[in-house]
């Protein structure tokens, strides 16, 4: 059994993992903690938690919860894990990461849009959980930078569409929408009922901190600057987030080009579900589940590529993901948990 | 021309009524208060609003305000108007108030569920403000107490059928609920989006205190103390309420004699619509309306008789019916503005 | 490893029953069958199932049906399965039915309500399959009549409080909120999205099926009669079902002493949880869970006891509630695939 | 007053006609008609209508139609129209066409995406009814072919833009989301409350019909073939409809151009409200109004400007816009019973 606990359990990240691993068949979570909620149980906290975990949140101290954990997710809002995650690493507990803290290699680009980094080198040489694509690297990773929600549904689609050549770097566009649980569970005018209910409206147009994170990236995969236009947007609903993704094929290539490239990188990844020709993927089939689904369209009047991506949020795109990540660095099956 | 002003114009209430008065063909909406906004256009705090009405919220002072304005709309929250009104109607200005702060004869009530009453000789005379039931009494009224949203539902229901003797007093529950505009645009967990939709919760079961205004006015009706079991829940629905209420038909007395009641209350009201036999209220028939559908049904059984009533929580429930009052204190069509 | 197989997988019952299986830790879903989209594959009709079943929708064919089950779950309208399951039984296969054809012991009651029974002393002999009051008998089932959605959530609720005498068996009422899903996939302009999104309104009010269901487990825990006021209402919700039941305390009982008795009854069931003092249920808590919340209020002036039950009507009350029964009659875990 | 009617008065935007045009205070209604509901009155097909059209609906006469009506809207599936249409306008009554049948000048882009036109001429001679960019040709119309919902949505946001040369006509996408309703009161498994609550995706990917109609109308405003990536989805709210639109500044050309242009285009339109620099539309903000919603945003690093445009697709979008189109025919305020 995997020893694993939680800190910052009672976002809705946090109440996810929570649930999750109370019921992983490899995993015992032996503590969870809170500031805003030291002392309580987290089924007062969240009571659909009842009858599946009798944790009580604690406050965190190093020393006490590294003796009881092999590995530790930071469910934690940005800036806080840097402070952190250096210390749990020297105390040898490895650390899956829900924050943007460690998910840049290049530093500068979190600077610019986050804040001063505490913890630079860690960062850089911090693995970036996009299972999928980085599974070998997460396999020895000490910390890994768990993805963006919005980036994990672009870069599944694209990142093997770049690297083979099959579109073009230049004119991306994401049109993406997420249900309003990204937002989190703290108080705004924006995740008012009546305010979000019936609603629907593009929002930060002018640069969301998930766009630079997607363009290092696209550019790694790619070797070279890759700018894309993203316009995230809130659903009236709680769950889910599908990215609508516009780009144009290389010369000389077709949607069944796409289509097989995609097919042969995903064939054996268990989460990712290539949608056949003519069908779209759709949130109400990846809520409450860690599958991301990939659906090909496009316009033989001018080479327009559309590609849509849909993931639960708070799962592929959160905590699932970061239950995956823990999988495969513990050397289970990658699906223990998730299915 | 009625000139208008309303003091409090950014809560639901509020907008709503800057919507309809700004629309209204006989009134011309003078002033609009808000210390929150004070200096904001309201079509900034509303966007909805913008292209309707290009008034800027001001502080409230009493002096201006009642140069400009032959009525006041008070949308406040408790324990302000009752602070405000004497000074209003000193200078000459009639008053609807949204709040509880009139709505109470007996103001032992009001202040056992609120707070000490700073003006109870005012409470005491002023006039319930449900319009098809008082009608006569609002036209002269000075001061109006606008009905609370699910008292509006359960008295329009139940006070015809137990003055006529069609129902016992006793044993009456009333299962009630209310979307969540119902609760304002303050901030809370239980408005969150996340945590209303997908939810259904009866909340507030030791107690509402719209109870105490039921049963003052039910008792009233019938001449003696009526208790009214009352429990409200919360609909993942932006506006609405609906109201089902279970109670006895009186000694050979029959559904068919509920109805006739019924029928001859509200034969000429214009905003009670009595539904055929068999058929029942949604809230979706009465939403940005100012109606209040009504069905009966009953179980030949055990003489029980269900009443379902509906109206959105924000017009009947609130805004609505102070135009409603508004139109019946300045002589106007009562239908004027609200079609 | 059970093996098990669905007649009738393609409804929203079917499908939850394919994709619970399909991760059930001790049993192989071998076969299912569908008449509308036989030749399918499952996760053609639900793309949420592609990853989780490989399954093609068959005929049913007794013989063939029943090589490959040792336990069948008919998930079929009401009539078809009593002219299916004698033959499964004489073949030796175990049956949970999801419909209403075996749920009743006085057949009379089945006939007055659906239509002539063809196999009424096999529907005397099942076993009603509430899964926390008839656990003995459900272990030596050869055929269980899983509950109704609506019942489940009244019967955990009152049949404890009747049998110990905390409550009257007169005057008691049960103001039902179901989510759209309990009205099946078929199309009807009632489950239309633009009909039932934001609308709430109560239905079948001269009498639905499922009252007989819960006076025939009310009057046999009570040794008598017993009518319940049952009114149904459809909520703007995909999921969840909530009663709020109202009835009377029996003279010298308590609140307390309907706590106490439904501690003691329901301390070693894992499904039931029952809600501290001031605390009721809310459909989200029980959303995608096969647990039953159960919350209590009491009006000292008149003896009124409020008792408030809450399920996900696909789960414990239909498909979570069948694989309850499933594990009962193997021998298995309680909460085997339902965690 | 002019007389009013509605020919196919059942469907969503049918109700919407009766309720506006009831309310209207130039406008008399006088007869409506549906095949479906021939003999019932519109009340009890639409319950929300009680109280405000006691109108029974007829079967559909052209004679007795016309002797009742000055003015006609078809509110009918395409293809019914235009074989109903040249009969109307014979008898002397104007009309306003809610379907395709009219929106085409070039007949064999409708040919190619509906069927054969057989009153070819008429539709080239017809005026496109998009109030807004057509308003002195609306005037003299005798029929008026009411536009599409999305095209609505993009051609107030695109026309004056491409006209003026402050974009490029190359390479523009709009990824557009509708509410339900846009799908109109027939059943589907689509439209049921249970796939399309807390769902989202796009459909219609391989070509909806609205795109000729975007492209005819754009093409001429550029005065050469544009094409239109357009993929719709599916939003889950029942009202509104939002456009976010990609395209590219022309050379030299800035945000601030877009602001200008739109603004002076609309200037003394009082349906379309031009949002400030950083404001987004909302669907919130336009639901249950005639309103159009407009903001800009760009990216300097590549000259991309983003157009998001908002709608109620029943209002705007259908049955207001043809209010509209009503009011200006008729020398009526333009906002008259709009508001």
Redesign the interface.
């Known amino acids: 059994m995997i020893k694993a606990g939680i800190i910052g359990a009672t976002g809705?990240t946090g109440a996810e993992l929570v649930r999750m691993l109370s019921?992983h068949?490899d995993v015992e979570l032996t503590v969870i903690t809170s500031r805003q909620y030291e002392g309580k149980k987290i089924s007062d906290v969240y009571?659909?938690l009842?009858?599946?975990s009798d944790l009580v949140c604690e406050a965190f101290d190093p020393k006490t919860f590294c003796e009881q954990v092999d590995i530790a997710f930071t469910a934690l809002p940005h800036k806080i894990p840097m402070g952190i995650v250096p210390d749990l690493l020297e105390r040898g507990v490895r650390v899956v990461d829900l924050s943007a803290d460690f998910r840049f290699r290049n530093v500068a680009d979190y600077e610019a849009w986050y804040q001063p980094h505490t913890a630079p080198e860690l960062s850089e040489n911090a693995v970036y959980g996009l299972c999928e694509l980085y599974h070998d690297e997460i396999q020895h990773a000490r910390v890994v930078g768990n993805p963006g929600c919005y980036p994990t549904t672009i870069l599944l689609a694209l990142v093997p569409l770049l690297k083979a050549g099959i579109i073009r770097a230049e004119?991306i566009?994401s049109?993406s929408?997420s249900g309003?649980?990204g937002a989190g569970?703290g108080?705004?005018?924006g995740?008012?009922?009546?305010?979000?209910?019936?609603?629907?409206?593009?929002?930060k147009?002018?640069g969301h901190r998930h766009r630079p994170e997607i363009e290092e990236v696209l550019s790694a995969a790619h070797g070279d600057g890759v700018?894309v236009?993203f316009?995230p947007?809130l659903?009236?609903?709680?769950?889910?987030m599908?990215s609508?993704i516009?780009c144009t094929l290389a010369e000389g290539k077709t949607e069944e080009d796409a289509r097989q490239v995609l097919e042969s990188t995903y064939a054996d990844r268990?989460?990712v579900?290539l949608?056949e020709k003519?069908?779209?993927?759709?949130?109400?089939?990846?809520?409450?589940?860690n599958?991301c689904?990939i659906?090909l369209?496009s316009?033989s009047?001018?080479g327009?590529l559309?590609v849509?991506s849909?993931i639960d949020n708070l799962l592929k795109g959160a905590s699932g993901q970061a239950i995956q990540n823990m999988n495969i660095m513990a050397g289970l099956d990658e699906k223990a948990g998730l299915?």
Chains 1, 2, 3, 4 share one sequence.
């Not at 659903?235 to 889910?240: D, F, H, I, K, W």
């Not at 003519?278 to 589940?289: A, F, K």
């Open positions: 809705y019921a068949p009571p659909a009842s009858g599946r004119g566009v049109d929408k309003v649980s569970r108080l705004s005018l995740s008012h009922f009546c305010e979000a209910n019936e609603s629907f409206k593009p929002y147009v002018d700018e236009t316009i947007h659903l009236p609903a709680t769950r889910g599908l609508t516009y268990p989460f579900r949608r003519g069908m779209m993927p759709d949130i109400l089939h990846v809520q409450h589940t599958f689904d659906g369209s316009d009047r001018n327009r559309v849509a849909a299915l």
